[in-house]
Structures are given as structure tokens and as C-alpha cells.
């Protein structure tokens, strides 16, 4: 089941002069890697990880097509929300998908204290380490906003450059919590390359899905399987093995 959340706020206000809105970017309320328990050596690291790809299983997954990739089915460029019991386990498998279809996505932009909720400490600086060229790992939300500020650019109002039905170059994976405005203002503007936003939680400027445990509640054209931590770990080395 998709909800669809009014979003706060006028016409009047979704079209205000972006110069103006930069300026007055609402204040972010900073949340550091420091508060993460220590993770391991970036050595330890990269001998785990080379595990995980010599122990990897003989038959690779199919990866989807790159209009059936979860982030486009239920991403929205206003962002969508994610909710329900099977939630996290949606966010693990549309981020395999985003990381292994680099046709698709070129980079993946996620905080560290995600990264950390949906694969464990361990697991987390493994794949950081890892997947260095295909993922941007945030300290903080607001890194998180400047870098993907420093890699698209505004699309005008109207501007018939614009193709909306374009691929997403940037996945973003954020939990706003109590920032939501700057998230949302971050993504009122089409962007070159596009910028497309899945949300942990409930999201009040665009659709929220629910995610029961078994899968959405209204399953798209195609099956969807829900990851563990370690599944999706393992998907990901097979993913990253060379040939794959």
C-alpha cells in the first residue's frame, strides 16, 4: 500500500526564488560518527570483505533491469517514504541494487549511522572500505546534502533540458529525523544528474510505502525478497567480484 502524504506548505512556497531559499537553508542539528561505536581497522576490513568474495555462492543472483530497479519503483525525486516491519529489509535490498547496477546509479550517497543500522558495525566499515568508488559515505546529514549539492546542479523552473524519466545518477539512502525540512528542500529542485530519495520513515512531502514483513503490501510488476544484513553483505561481494 502507498500513502500519499500532502506536502507541507503552498504552491506559493514550493516556487519561491531558490537564490533566496539557499540562504536561508534551514539549521541542521548535527549527529557525528563520533556517537557510533569504534569500528574495525580498515585492514581487518579488507581481509573480511576478500572472505566474503572467496566464499561466494556459485549462482549469482539476477540483477533487475535498470527501470525495475527498486530505488526507481518506489523512490521518488521528492523523496518517499518507508515504513512497517519489512522496511529495513527493503532499504538492504535497493541498496544492493544501486550499488551493482552502476548503469543505473553511480554513486549511492547514505550516512555512516545508517550504513551502521542496516549492516552492523563490522559489516559497515567492510563495505565503506569496499565499495569506496561506487558509495559516499556521510559523517553527518549535512555532509551528506553538500556533497550531493557538489555533484548536480538546479534545473530551472520549466527548463525543457530536464528529463524527468532519465535514470537516477545519485541514490540517496537518508533518515532525516527532526531535519526534514533541509532534506526536502535539498530535493525541491529537478537536478542534473538526477537525484532520486528513499526515506527511513514516514515522509510528509511525498508518498510513504508500507513494508510488511514478507514485502510491500502492493508488490510491483516484479518479485521482491527482502534482506538480512548478512544476505545483503554477500550479494554485495558477489556483486564486486570481478566478472560479476
Not at 521528492?78 to 541494487?97: H, I, K, S, T, W
Request: with cysteine; charged share 25%; glycine share 8%.
Amino acid at each position: 500500500m502507498t500513502n500519499d502524504s500532502t506536502p507541507t506548505g503552498g504552491q506559493g512556497d514550493r516556487l519561491a526564488d531558490r537564490d533566496l531559499a539557499k540562504h536561508r537553508r534551514p539549521q541542521l542539528i548535527p549527529a557525528r560518527r563520533s556517537a557510533i561505536p569504534n569500528r574495525l581497522s580498515s585492514r581487518t576490513s579488507q581481509s573480511r570483505f576478500r572472505t566474503l568474495l572467496q566464499h561466494r555462492a556459485a549462482r549469482r543472483p539476477q540483477k533487475p533491469n535498470t527501470d525495475d530497479l527498486l530505488i526507481n519503483l518506489f523512490g521518488a525525486p521528492q523523496g518517499a517514504g518507508l515504513v512497517g516491519p519489512g522496511a529495513e529489509g527493503f532499504e538492504r535490498a535497493a541498496f544492493v541494487e544501486a550499488i551493482t547496477c552502476p548503469t543505473g546509479v553511480t554513486q549511492v550517497v547514505i550516512e555512516y549511522a545508517d550504513l551502521y543500522r542496516l549492516f552492523g558495525g563490522a559489516a559497515a566499515r567492510d563495505l565503506e572500505e569496499a565499495l569506496e568508488s561506487r558509495i559516499y559515505s556521510a559523517e553527518a546529514l549535512e555532509d551528506a546534502i553538500e556533497h550531493i549539492e557538489s555533484r548536480t546542479d538546479p534545473v530551472p523552473i520549466g527548463d525543457g533540458g530536464a528529463n524527468p524519466d532519465q535514470a537516477p545518477t545519485l541514490a540517496w539512502f537518508a533518515t532525516p529525523r527532526q531535519d526534514a525540512d533541509v532534506v526536502h528542500h535539498t530535493l525541491q529542485a529537478q537536478r542534473k544528474p538526477n537525484l532520486i530519495a528513499l526515506i527511513s520513515g514516514p515522509w510528509a512531502y511525498g508518498p510513504t510505502h508500507l513494508i510488511e514483513a514478507d514485502g510491500p503490501w502492493k508488490p510491483p510488476r516484479r518479485s521482491i525478497e527482502l534482506l538480512s544484513s548478512q544476505q545483503a553483505v554477500s550479494r554485495l561481494a558477489q556483486g564486486s567480484a570481478p566478472g560479476a
